[in-house]
């Protein structure tokens, strides 16, 4: 089944710089990538996602670049802000399912240094 | 905010009971994934009801089972609980049962088991 893995585990950026997150995924034929940010205490909320169509994407100071070929994703976040500050989990929906079954990476906890 | 509510937020139960968690969708979507996180790890799927049937499941024993009503909220049973149960406990919906659909999760419910 698919497998998702993401680096790093722990982040640490001075305010102001930028973040990057990266995931590798097993499964070529999965199409579906989104990233979620969980705050302490609360429910994972959806922050970007692309599909296996685009090879980038970007709202505001976030944006997530895929690599088909390498099954590579990547979430970078620019010009960071104390409220960035969170576990930022990326996942994976194989096609096979009938389900949208996600599957999540181990997480990365981003701290932002005032 | 998603639209997703969970309820209890959180739930103590000793070794052997059995919990009910419940979940209300957002308006207008018909599909409830539940996940199970494991402290400082990713969520796991555990399944997903698509117009009130199961439609697809993860690495979980019969003892986990859901439900889904016919106004789209959904219910998640868990028998014999034991100590590895204790996680928070999250349910997701989507407008339809589709691979590539976007999931909203709740705030989630904490259960702890003595």
């Known amino acids: 089944g698919e497998n998702v893995e993401q680096h790093p585990s722990t982040l640490s950026v001075q305010e102001g710089d930028s973040a990057v997150i990266k995931c590798t995924y097993s499964?070529?034929?999965?199409?579906?990538f989104p990233w979620y940010k969980q705050e302490l205490g609360k429910g994972p909320q959806l922050i970007i996602d692309i599909r296996s169509n685009v090879g980038e994407k970007k709202d505001q100071r976030i944006a997530v670049t895929l690599n088909k070929t390498a099954k590579h994703f990547s979430l970078h976040i620019t010009e960071t802000q104390p409220e960035d500050s969170a576990v930022y989990f990326c996942a994976a929906t194989p096609p096979y399912s009938s389900a949208s079954k996600i599957i999540f990476g181990s997480g990365t906890r981003l701290s932002i240094r005032p | 905010e998603t639209g997703v509510t969970q309820s209890p937020t959180h739930l103590i139960k000793t070794r052997g009971q059995q919990v009910t968690l419940r979940c209300s969708s957002q308006s207008g979507h018909n599909t409830v994934s539940w996940y199970q996180q494991a402290l400082g790890q990713g969520p796991q799927f555990i399944f997903q009801y698509y117009r009130e049937e199961e439609n697809g499941r993860g690495n979980f024993p019969p003892r986990f089972s859901g439900l889904q009503f016919p106004n789209y909220s959904s219910e998640l049973n868990v028998n014999a609980l034991e100590l590895d149960d204790s996680a928070l406990y999250l349910c997701a919906s989507s407008l339809a049962g589709g691979s590539t659909d976007t999931q909203y999760f709740g705030p989630g419910t904490r259960l702890t088991v003595l």
């Open positions: 499964d070529s034929a999965s199409n579906y």
